[in-house]
C-alpha cells in the first residue's frame, strides 16, 4: 500500500500543464486544499509528476485509513497502543538512480514563500536505527537544499536527536518521500523510543503494508523517492523557512545530511507538503491528539475529546472536552494536556456538551462560564515551542495558560445550558417547500 493507492479511485485535481516548482506549485496548491492536486508536468521535470494536498482533509485521512472520519483519533491510538510487527520484507518499487546524485537535477525541489527562502523537501521522513536497541525511528525533518548532494536538517530536539547523539560519528540513515498516509501519520506521531513508527503504520493497514532491506534499515518497498543518506558533524545555517506557525522560524546552525545513494520508482510522483498549509498541520497536530488524550486519561478518566485547533496552526493551542466529576477536574485536565504536549501554549477545557471541535461553540463556553480571575492560570517561564515566535529565544520559555470553561460545580448546569428551538434539529425547509 503505498501513496498511489489512495488517489486511485477518488476525486483528485489534476493539472496538465507545467508547473514551475518555484512559487507556481505552492501558489496552485493552496487554491483548493479539499483533495490532492496532482501536476501531470513539473517544468524541468519531464519524466516525473508531482502531488500535494494528499492528506488536507480529514475525510481524506479517515479514507486512507479506511475508517469513519470520527474514528480517526482512535485508529492512531491503537495504532500506537498496538503496533503490528512487520511480517517479512519484499522486492523495492524503486530503483537506484545515482550515487552523490545533485539531487535537483533529478527531482523539483520547491520552495514556496519567499525570495529569500531556500529550496526545501518538506515532505521528506527520516528513517534511523536507535545504537542502543536497534528500534527504528521515523521522523519528519525539514530538509533545506545546500546544492549538489547536500542539505541542511532541522533536527529538533526530539527522539532522532536523542538517537544521533547516542551515536559515535555520523549517522547512516535512509530518506523516504511519497509513502502512504498511514506512514506519514506514524512518522508524525512522537511516540515512545521503544515504538517504531513503521509497525504503527502497519497496524493502521491491518498489516498490509509492505517493506524492504535498504543498507541495513527497513523502508516502505512503495516509497515514490528514497535516499541513503549520512548525518554528518558537521553545522551549517539552515533557515528561515515558514513552519507551523505560518511565520518565519529562525535561521539555527544544524547537521549537514550528504546524499549517498538516489532511488526513485518509474515515473515517480513527487510528493510535496507546502509547509504552513492544511495537510502539514494535520500531519502534525493531528497525531498528537490520540497521545494528549491517554495522557490526560490518567489524571482525569472522564475526558472525551482533545483537538489541537486549525486556529492555534494545529500545534500551540488546544481544546480538551470532560465530563466534570468535581470541581478541580477541568483544572487537572488542562495541567494534564499542557504537560502532554510541551509545545501547546493554551489550553481551554470545556464541558462534555461543547463540540471541541468548532471554535464558535469553545467561544461561546468561555463567553458564558469563565470568570477570568477563577478561570485562568498561567505557568510562566515554561518551555514552549520553538516555532512560537512570541517565545523569549534566549531561554526558549514563554507562558502557558489554561482556561477552565466549565460550569462552576456549586451551580445549576440548567443556567449554562444553550437554549434550543424545539425540533430545529430534525425539521427542514425542503419538507415545506
Ligand atoms: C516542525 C518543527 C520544527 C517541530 C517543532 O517542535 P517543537 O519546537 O517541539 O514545537
Ligand atoms: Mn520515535
Known sequence: MGLRSVLSGSPVTELTEPVDPRFELAALSVQDESQPLVFDS?????????????????????????????????????????????????????????????????????????????????????IAKDPDTGVQNLSFHRL??????????????????????????????????GVHPAVEL????????????????????????????LDGLTVPAEAELVMTATIRDETRAEGPFVDLSRTWDTVRQQPVVEVRDLYLRPDPMIRVVVPGKREHAHLMGLPQEPRIKRIVENTVPTVQEVVLTPGGCSWLHGVVSIEKRTEGDAKNAGLAALAAHPSMKRVVVVDEDIDPADPDAVEWAVATRVQADQDIETVENAKGSSLDPSQDFETGTLTKWLVDATVPSNRDRAEFTEATVPGAAEISLAEYQ
Open 42 to 126: 513539473v517544468a524541468g521535470y519531464p519524466d516525473l509528476s508531482a502531488v500535494t494536498n494528499v492528506v488536507s482533509s480529514r475525510e481524506r485521512i479517515a479514507g486512507a485509513l479506511d475508517v469513519d472520519r470520527g474514528e480517526i483519533v482512535d485508529a492512531m491510538t491503537r495504532a500506537t497502543t498496538d503496533p503490528v510487527p512487520l511480517d517479512g520484507t519484499t522486492a523495492a518499487t524503486f530503483e537506484y538512480v545515482a550515487t552523490s546524485p545533485t539531487v535537483d537535477d533529478h527531482v523539483p525541489i520547491p520552495t514556496y514563500y519567499d525570495e529569500h527562502e531556500r529550496q526545501y523537501i518538506a515532505s521528506g521522513i527520516v
Open 144 to 177: 533545506m537544499y545546500d546544492g549538489e548532494n547536500e542539505f541542511v536538517m532541522r533536527l529538533v530536539e526530539r527522539h532522532l536527536h536523542d538517537i544521533r547523539s547516542r551515536t559515535d560519528g555520523p549517522l547512516d540513515v535512509a530518506i523516504v518521500v
Open 186 to 213: 506514524a512518522a508524525a506521531t512522537s511516540g515512545s523510543p521503544e515504538m517504531d513508527e513503521l509497525e504503527v503504520a502497519n497496524a493502521l493497514l491491518d498489516g498490509d503494508l509492505a517493506v524492504t532491506k
